[in-house]
């Protein structure tokens, strides 16, 4: 498998100089294969942009080095890079057509007329705004600007295409319809992407791999499944998505089964993540969507615990449910509306909690 960005050590401070200086980066250091829709996520001033924009040249690195492709870049100016960025505000000249902002950047490359003719409409036709070429930007929609962008940057076939935030000034349907066409587009033009959001739906629903950042670092690596299953520390485990965590001690050890206490004697099996021994004081995680309940007595012979509902909210296609467990345990579970929109629970019900070791997991740090 091809590399095509190695981040090595890559430490980034601004002002350093002053009595205030601020790392944005510490020793970050990753690999992005070639043909890969790669995402750096995180929450907002956690160094992610920072990373694309030393990428992409526009900022100098403080230590470190960046090779692309084997090369190392970073005394490379960035119009000498095979590089293009799109931004979330999508910087189209609005006195031109569709057809010419797509245009400029190979006619800065002095390529041939037809050459040029011949790429614009196939850039166009690859998002699917062809019929709009003539149109300037201020007679298109957010969503056909953010296409016109990405045909643009597109248009001179770079080997990497940077990507800072570029769906969040899309509404949420058109967001959502943007993310399937953005996966699509990567893999018919096989370039490599290299994506920056702060939206974990989204980073779980395009890419191959995630970088999830926190503080100027990078926290874990993988795949969208292995971020969200496995996450290597509460911050991963928290930023991805919803669950419950539990502080409890290490009172058995079973293989890869361990026997917790949490609260003052309440006893649950959990899949060991980590190295952990008897008497390790640990934290536990349990996704919502892996909690079933269901009314006492109609378990269906699961093993459950009983508990009762302290409080809920309605979200349309589900409702979040605060469950007491008892001993001080409280539990966000979710269950879906019944065919007639009615909520399977109130407030104040008894229920039975019902998940399986294997869903109560032991965070590794």
């Given at each position: 498998?091809?590399?095509?960005?190695?981040?090595?050590?890559?430490?980034?401070?601004?002002?350093?100089?002053?009595?205030?200086?601020?790392?944005?980066?510490?020793?970050?250091?990753?690999?992005?294969?070639?043909?890969?829709?790669?995402?750096?996520?995180?929450?907002?001033?956690?160094?992610?942009?920072?990373?694309?924009?030393?990428?992409?040249?526009?900022?100098?690195?403080?230590?470190?080095?960046?090779?692309?492709?084997?090369?190392?870049?970073?005394?490379?100016?960035?119009?000498?890079?095979?590089?293009?960025?799109?931004?979330?505000?999508?910087?189209?000249?609005?006195?031109?057509?569709?057809?010419?902002?797509?245009?400029?950047?190979?006619?800065?490359?002095?390529?041939?007329?037809?050459?040029?003719?011949?790429?614009?409409?196939?850039?166009?036709?690859?998002?699917?705004?062809?019929?709009?070429?003539?149109?300037?930007?201020?007679?298109?929609?957010?969503?056909?600007?953010q296409r016109v962008a990405l045909a643009r940057a597109l248009a001179p076939s770079p080997k990497v295409l940077?990507?800072?935030?570029?769906?969040?000034?899309?509404?949420?349907k058109l967001r959502q319809a943007m993310r399937e066409e953005l996966k699509q587009l990567q893999k018919e033009?096989?370039?490599?992407?290299?994506?920056?959001?702060?939206?974990?739906?989204?980073?779980?629903?395009?890419?191959?791999?995630?970088?999830?950042?926190?503080?100027?670092?990078?926290?874990?690596?993988?795949?969208?499944?292995?971020?969200?299953?496995?996450?290597?520390?509460?911050?991963?485990?928290?930023?991805?998505?919803?669950?419950?965590?539990?502080?409890?001690?290490?009172?058995?050890?079973?293989?890869?089964?361990?026997?917790?206490?949490?609260?003052?004697?309440?006893?649950?099996?959990?899949?060991?993540?980590?190295?952990?021994?008897?008497?390790?004081?640990?934290?536990?995680?349990?996704?919502?969507?892996?909690?079933?309940?269901?009314?006492?007595?109609?378990?269906?012979?699961?093993?459950?615990?009983?508990?009762?509902?302290?409080?809920?909210?309605?979200?349309?296609?589900?409702?979040?449910?605060?469950?007491?467990?008892?001993?001080?345990?409280?539990?966000?579970?979710?269950?879906?509306?019944?065919?007639?929109?009615?909520?399977?629970?109130?407030?104040?019900?008894?229920?039975?909690?019902?998940?399986?070791?294997?869903?109560?997991?032991?965070?590794?740090?």
């Amino acid at each position: 498998m091809t590399t095509a960005i190695d981040i090595r050590g890559i430490t980034k401070i601004y002002n350093p100089e002053s009595n205030q200086p601020v790392k944005a980066l510490d020793d970050v250091s990753l690999t992005i294969n070639d043909n890969e829709f790669f995402t750096l996520l995180g929450p907002s001033g956690c160094g992610k942009t920072t990373l694309l924009r030393l990428i992409a040249g526009f900022e100098q690195v403080s230590g470190g080095e960046i090779m692309l492709f084997g090369e190392e870049i970073e005394n490379l100016e960035p119009n000498r890079r095979p590089v293009n960025t799109v931004f979330q505000h999508y910087a189209l000249f609005p006195h031109m057509t569709v057809a010419d902002n797509v245009a400029f950047g190979l006619e800065r490359l002095k390529k041939p007329k037809n050459e040029i003719v011949a790429t614009v409409e196939r850039v166009l036709t690859l998002v699917k705004m062809k019929h709009l070429g003539d149109r300037r930007p201020n007679q298109l929609s957010g969503g056909q600007q953010q296409r016109v962008a990405l045909a643009r940057a597109l248009a001179p076939s770079p080997k990497v295409l940077l990507l800072d935030e570029p769906l969040s000034a899309l509404d949420l349907k058109l967001r959502q319809a943007m993310r399937e066409e953005l996966k699509q587009l990567q893999k018919e033009t096989g370039i490599t992407f290299v994506f920056v959001t702060h939206d974990q739906e989204e980073a779980l629903a395009m890419s191959d791999r995630i970088a999830v950042m926190s503080d100027g670092e990078v926290q874990q690596i993988g795949g969208p499944t292995d971020i969200y299953e496995h996450p290597v520390n509460r911050f991963v485990a928290d930023f991805i998505g919803d669950t419950n965590f539990l502080d409890g001690e290490i009172v058995a050890v079973n293989d890869d089964l361990v026997t917790c206490r949490l609260g003052s004697n309440s006893m649950f099996e959990a899949e060991n993540s980590g190295a952990h021994k008897i008497g390790d004081q640990v934290t536990l995680f349990l996704r919502p969507e892996k909690i079933s309940l269901s009314a006492v007595g109609a378990t269906n012979g699961q093993d459950t615990r009983p508990g009762k509902v302290a409080n809920m909210t309605y979200l349309g296609n589900q409702a979040a449910y605060t469950v007491d467990m008892g001993d001080g345990i409280e539990l966000t579970a979710q269950a879906r509306p019944q065919e007639n929109g009615k909520l399977p629970f109130a407030i104040g019900d008894s229920l039975a909690v019902g998940f399986s070791a294997r869903a109560l997991r032991v965070l590794a740090q």
